[in-house]
């Protein structure tokens, strides 16, 4: 089969590592890519967000079937128009992407299907939004209703700050995101990715990955898209739990509403002392999540993508995964996730993929016209290590960083799956 990945991340890069090992899979294009999938990929250049762009390409190349890596191509309704044209897709329509594009739905989606979340309640003007802070409690939790690039949510500490935060969100910090604005419990406990493959009717389990939000070690700093993860999580145990009460009943809502969800959920979860709460749904893979759960995934990827685009997820009667501990630990530009330079030069690559264990995926790279590597994104790089511990996993991936990696522009958080040595 030809087959076509949307995207240009880590995420995409493990994506096309997994999917080329695939025997269904005769050719691998990849829109727009980056370096590190251009090594095993034909990219075009098309943006990920271009639809008719990237429609044109799939009809004019016969593409047999399309991936979706990220979330902006499926809230403009990629896989409605993939199909409409007869090209098979993995990913959500527009409207089954409501899940993760508009946060009001996926709340009053669970308020109607009984599905465990933070009480919660959906503003269009600021001075109801406030009034509501006098039946909350401290912290607020403040979020804009739309897809904000993951930033689009803030914990106000005092009402104070969450009556300043609320002034700032209608007024336009998040440009139309913000227009509807959601005031949240804050819950407390551990918080967890878990993902699931969907195909409208039901869902199959997958795992559960950790990721780790913050910019600098001990979760200290601005929020990020994420500077590592692991898998698996020492002391999970909650899969049947989070099956029974939070996923099945959203495969169900949704075909019951009239919008099937076909894709991957990442539900993002807060361990609480009641039981596993959903805190919000993403309908694609985690990134930097993805990279892990493709390193320990030993069933064939494509396949069961396949099977979820036709409805026949019921046909994977197993999925298997490495018992090992893999980590995965991204080199990010010095400022992100602020302001930071690109176009730097990255050496090393080649020597960190041939240590024991180590696979590295690109992020924001690319090559200049005499095929040197640059840095070309925030972040960058994913040292990805795999181990018969996690102990050993962490070694590997943070020794192919300190002496393979050769790029005094990045930086790394130095205590990614810190928590999982420990065993918490
Ligand atoms: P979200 O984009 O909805 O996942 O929120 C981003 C982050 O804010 C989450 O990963 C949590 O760390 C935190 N958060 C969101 N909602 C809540 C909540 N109701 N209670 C506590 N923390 C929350
Ligand atoms: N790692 C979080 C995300 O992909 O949104």
Redesign the pocket.
């Known amino acids: 089969m030809k087959i076509l990945l949307i995207g240009s991340g880590g995420r995409e890069h493990a994506l096309a590592w997994k999917i080329n090992q695939s025997p269904l899979c005769k050719q691998l294009i990849c829109a727009p890519g980056n370096a590190g999938i251009c090594e095993i990929a034909d990219c075009v250049n098309i943006k990920a967000d271009d639809v008719g762009g990237l429609v044109k390409f799939a009809l004019r190349e016969a593409v047999n079937f399309v991936v979706v890596g990220p979330e902006v191509p499926l809230a403009l309704g990629l896989v409605d128009e993939l199909i409409t044209q007869g090209i098979a897709v993995f990913g959500p329509t527009e409207a089954a992407a409501m899940l993760e594009s508009s946060?009001a739905f996926t709340k009053d989606f669970c308020t109607r299907h009984d599905i465990p979340t933070?009480k919660y309640d959906v503003f269009t003007n600021v001075s109801d939004a406030k009034a509501y802070l006098d039946v909350m409690d401290a912290p607020y939790?403040i979020?804009a209703d739309g897809l904000a690039a993951?930033k689009?949510?803030v914990?106000a500490e005092t009402r104070a700050e969450a009556e300043t935060e609320l002034d700032e969100f209608f007024s336009g910090k998040f440009g139309g995101a913000g227009d509807c604005v959601l005031i949240?419990?804050?819950?407390?406990g551990h918080?967890i990715s878990f993902f699931a493959l969907a195909d409208g009717i039901s869902v199959l389990p997958l795992i559960a990955a950790q990721d780790h939000?913050r910019a600098f070690d001990g979760d200290k700093g601005p929020?990020t898209g994420g500077m590592g993860a692991y898998s698996p999580v020492p002391g999970f145990n909650d899969e049947k739990k989070i099956m029974d009460e939070i996923l099945i009943p959203t495969v169900r809502g949704m075909a019951a509403e009239g919008t099937p969800f076909t894709g991957v959920f990442f539900a993002?979860l807060?361990m609480t002392k009641d039981g596993p709460k959903l805190?919000?749904y993403n309908v694609r893979f985690g990134d930097p999540e993805c990279q892990v759960l493709m390193r320990r995934l030993e069933s064939d990827l494509l396949d069961m993508m396949i099977k979820a685009a036709k409805g026949k997820l019921a046909q994977v009667d197993l999925v298997t995964w490495s018992p090992n501990a893999v980590v995965n630990v991204v080199v990010a530009a010095d400022g992100y996730p602020g302001t930071y330079v690109k176009g730097e030069t990255i050496k090393g690559v080649e020597a960190a993929n041939l240590m024991e264990g180590v696979q590295v995926f690109h992020a924001g790279t690319t090559r200049d016209k005499d095929g040197a590597l640059l840095s070309a994104g925030g972040r960058v790089l994913n040292i990805t290590a795999v181990g018969m511990t996690v102990v050993q996993a962490v070694e590997r991936a943070y020794t192919a960083i300190d002496e393979a990696i050769d790029w005094p522009g990045g930086y790394v958080r130095r205590d990614i799956a810190k928590m999982a040595i420990k065993g918490k």
């Open positions: 946060k933070a939790v979020k993951g689009g949510v914990i949240e419990e804050f819950m407390t918080e939000k929020n993002g807060m805190i919000e």
